[in-house]
């Protein structure tokens, strides 16, 4: 089963200009599921709270095209994804995060690949 603390720390974790996220542990009690604190490769560090609420599973699929591509690439690191699955999520996210300084024919490519994975 896959969590948004995970899901936020994996991307933050694989993206070049980061070397490291991870949960904030208190030193007693409880694991606080709610703060990440990320650090850069310039040494500086950032933390995270998280907010959110569990979307119900019969949701209608995500409302933009970004959206859409990103929801691929998760859906795509659910289950034990294979190094292919792992850099095809990673680029989709890259795309789907950069949306906004994208040209037409690669939006258009990220969203067949991602209607290819829904499919699937």
Same mark, same amino acid.
Do not use: C
């Given at each position: 089963?896959?969590?948004? #603390?995970?899901a936020v720390?994996?991307?933050?974790? =694989?993206?070049?200009h980061?070397?490291?996220a991870? !949960? %904030?542990? *208190?030193?007693?009690?409880?694991l =606080?599921? =709610?703060?990440i604190?990320? !650090?850069?490769?310039?040494? =500086?560090?950032?933390t995270?709270? !998280?907010?959110?609420?569990?979307?119900?599973?019969? %949701?209608?699929?995500?409302?933009s *095209?970004?959206?859409?591509?990103?929801?691929?690439?998760?859906? !795509?690191? @659910?289950?034990?994804?294979?190094?292919?699955e792992?850099?095809?999520?990673?680029l989709l996210?890259? @795309?789907?995060?950069? #949306?906004?300084?994208?040209?037409? *024919?690669?939006r %258009?490519h990220?969203?067949?690949?991602?209607?290819?994975?829904?499919t699937?």
């Amino acid at each position: 089963m896959a969590y948004a #603390w995970h899901a936020v720390a994996a991307a933050i974790g =694989n993206h070049p200009h980061f070397i490291r996220a991870t !949960l %904030e542990q *208190p030193s007693f009690g409880p694991l =606080n599921l =709610n703060t990440i604190t990320a !650090l850069t490769r310039a040494g =500086n560090e950032y933390t995270l709270s !998280l907010t959110g609420s569990p979307r119900p599973v019969h %949701e209608e699929e995500p409302t933009s *095209p970004a959206a859409d591509v990103a929801y691929a690439a998760d859906k !795509l690191l @659910v289950s034990d994804p294979s190094d292919s699955e792992r850099a095809t999520a990673k680029l989709l996210n890259y @795309v789907a995060a950069t #949306w906004d300084k994208q040209d037409l *024919p690669l939006r %258009e490519h990220a969203q067949a690949v991602a209607r290819t994975l829904r499919t699937q």
